[in-house]
Nanobody, 123 residues
Framework: QLHLVESGGGLVQPGGSLRLSCAAS????????IGWFRRAPGKEREGVSC????????NYADSVKGRFTISRDNAKNTVYLQMNSLKPEDTAIYYC????????????????WGQGTQVTVSS
């Protein structure tokens, strides 16, 4: 059974950094495109970043370009989201998602989802 688990969330001050991890079990991530999404309080879930199966392509939402970096380590079966210069508006539950042909920032492109990790940016 395909299973994704996010970790690395927490409380951070504005301007701080966090690195989120998305670990897979029950399958290897090598062939899967991975997306990171977030749902802020009172808002719809939105795409943040995505990375192609072997890391050759990445994409970012305009709101996080230049601050967030997505990467993957297929040997560790894990995808990361490095978040720098965090802002209060980055506060949200962050989810990772996987699909064999899901590269993109739209929810419907992904079949498998983790349970999410909370990120709170506040002083």
């Amino acid at each position: 059974q395909l299973h994704l688990v996010e970790s690395g969330g927490g409380l951070v001050q504005p301007g701080g950094s966090l690195r989120l991890s998305c670990a897979a079990s029950g399958f290897t991530l090598d062939n899967y495109d991975i997306g990171w999404f977030r749902r802020a309080p009172g808002k719809e879930r939105e795409g943040v970043s995505c990375i192609s199966s072997y890391g050759g392509s990445t994409n970012y939402a305009d709101s996080v370009k230049g601050r967030f970096t997505i990467s993957r380590d297929n040997a560790k079966n894990t995808v990361y989201l490095q978040m720098n210069s965090l802002k209060p508006e980055d506060t949200a539950i962050y989810y990772c998602a996987a699909d064999l042909t899901g590269y993109g920032l739209e929810l419907h492109e992904y079949s498998y989802w983790g349970q999410g990790t909370q990120v709170t940016v506040s002083s």
